[in-house]
């Protein structure tokens, strides 16, 4: 007589479950594709689903599944606007939620936090370099990461008025400025400030338009700004903060602007990022 064999669910270990509802749960298409998906398959065949999830008085197996396999990606897209709100106002809910759905399968989240889930979005912005406004959107981005890591860096004590007229006037030739953590320096094709400010104020999200921009992010009492300035502003600040000395610095810059202006427009620059907290310390040679 011949026997059938029977399986008894010995192979069901909770190792190979998660990694089921894992390879269920991340699959961009709807609940029955995701069971019958080949990372799923892998773990357990489709036809093996009632031994992992039993169904509810109301609720099939596939149903019960579904409801965590459609909260993966509302999850997603929640993170990622919280940390791209103007991107995801220019695009769009409906846009939006398919970008988020595309970028997803490429940079899945590898953290226990969803804080660096958007860590790559402005990369994945110019894979497809033909992409509608492929080159604006990841301007945008770059902007909205850059706050999301100033507003992420740890706080450090920032430099003073009073530190800097303790430094002797002669002694600031050597002088480098080390700048804070929470801050980065961007230097942009397009013009993302008014998309930034039209998500802010909930108003229609104008036409990208390009335009060099050069800004300064940074956190100042847990609070993130950016300060929007001229070439020849960012070109001095930028130098600074590749550690060239303070006279280094200024001669690149003063060579760049009118004798009659240089002195008193550097001297304002420099008052400003002092009083905004964009350095930490001045160190000498």
Avoid at 207 to 230: E, F, G, I, N, Q
């Amino acid at each position: 007589m011949r026997h059938e064999k029977r399986n008894t669910g010995a192979d069901i270990h909770l190792d190979k479950v998660q990694r089921w509802m894992q390879a269920v749960i991340v699959h961009p298409g709807d609940v029955e594709e995701a069971i019958g998906s080949g990372d799923a398959e892998k773990e357990f065949g489709a036809g093996r689903l009632d031994e992992l999830v039993k169904p509810s008085h109301s609720l099939t197996p596939a149903e019960r599944v579904g409801i965590y396999h459609g909260m993966y990606l509302l999850r997603m897209v929640e993170a990622l606007q919280s940390d791209y709100p103007a991107l995801a106002h220019f695009l769009g809910e409906d846009a939006f939620e398919d970008f988020v759905r595309e970028y997803v399968q490429a940079y899945p989240s590898r953290s226990y936090t969803l804080n660096r889930l958007g860590d790559h979005v402005p990369e994945f912005l110019l894979e497809d370099p033909d992409k509608e406004n492929a080159g604006f959107l990841h301007d945008l981005a770059r902007f909205e990461l850059a706050v999301t890591e100033a507003f992420d860096e740890t706080e450090a004590a920032v430099l003073k008025p009073e530190d800097v007229r303790d430094v002797a006037p002669d002694a600031w030739v050597a002088a480098r400025l080390k700048p804070i953590a929470a801050f980065r320096l961007l230097s942009l094709k397009h013009d993302v400030i008014q998309q930034v400010d039209a998500a802010k104020r909930e108003y229609p999200a104008p036409k990208p338009r390009r335009r060099a921009t050069w800004v300064a992010v940074y956190r100042r009492d847990y609070s993130v700004y950016h300060l929007s300035m001229t070439r020849a502003e960012f070109g001095l600040l930028q130098a600074l903060v590749r550690g060239a000395t303070l006279g280094e610095a200024v001669a690149e810059a003063a060579a760049k602007l009118k004798a009659s202006e240089s002195n008193q427009k550097i001297f304002k620059w420099f008052r400003t990022w002092i009083a905004e907290g964009m350095f930490s310390a001045v160190t000498f040679d």
